[in-house]
């Protein structure tokens, strides 16, 4: 199947044919991931024989696909001019994604929100990555609606809650920009992104 009819399940119409051609050009093994509950996307430099390798998680909006896949791809051009000298989320990386972004904010891909969102990440030399939480949250806007999933930050206090691997948690207050949660079965303290997602249960359903 055509790569590009591929990347077009996946990204806004408008953006696959650039994509499809940054693959060719880069020479990049490019792999639609499971989800990766840690991570939206991922870099890897060329070792032992294999080339640039970049993967993106599957069940990524086509918004929040194709920032993630501008992300990896800038990393990949910023190796490639800097190798190992560059900081990963530095300066150059910073210029890079900027410059390769700049087609689509032509093509006027995104939609207002997100194009202002991405536009301030960029500005903001504090901003170290994507989970830049303004940018996070203005792409989780056009996900599709998850039943009973809901964010941290959204939940009251002493909500408990669980994880995809059934650990389950109450949240109590905020502390500086994360939220302290116990885990219910060890008493253990955790800090929890504010957009960390986690399904909501009732008290009673695990006592």
């Excluded at 390798?53 to 993630?68: G, K």
């Excluded at 500086?176 to 303290?189: F, G, H, L, M």
């Amino acid at each position: 199947m055509d790569k590009v009819k591929v990347l077009e399940q996946y990204l806004p119409t408008q953006a696959a044919p650039l994509i499809g051609r940054w693959i060719d050009y880069f020479k990049c093994e490019f792999k639609i991931s499971r989800n990766r509950g840690t991570k939206f996307g991922d870099y890897r430099a060329p070792y032992d024989g294999k080339g640039h390798r970049i993967s993106v998680n599957f069940d990524l909006n086509p918004y929040a696909f194709l920032v993630t896949t501008v992300h990896e791809f800038a990393h990949l051009h910023t190796w490639n001019e800097h190798k190992q000298k560059a900081k990963p989320h530095g300066t150059e990386w910073k210029n890079n994604f900027k410059k390769m972004m700049q087609p689509f904010f032509e093509k006027d891909v995104f939609p207002p929100d997100v194009k202002q969102a991405i536009t301030s990440y960029l500005n903001n030399p504090a901003a170290s990555s994507c989970s830049d939480l303004t940018l996070y949250r203005s792409l989780r806007k056009y996900d599709a609606p998850k039943e009973s999933i809901h964010t941290v930050e959204k939940l009251p206090l002493k909500a408990v809650f669980k994880l995809k691997d059934g650990r389950v948690f109450r949240k109590e207050e905020k502390l500086r920009k994360r939220y302290k949660c116990v885990e219910i079965s060890t008493r253990r303290v955790y800090l929890f992104s504010p957009v960390a997602e986690v399904e909501v249960i009732e008290e009673g359903d695990f006592k």
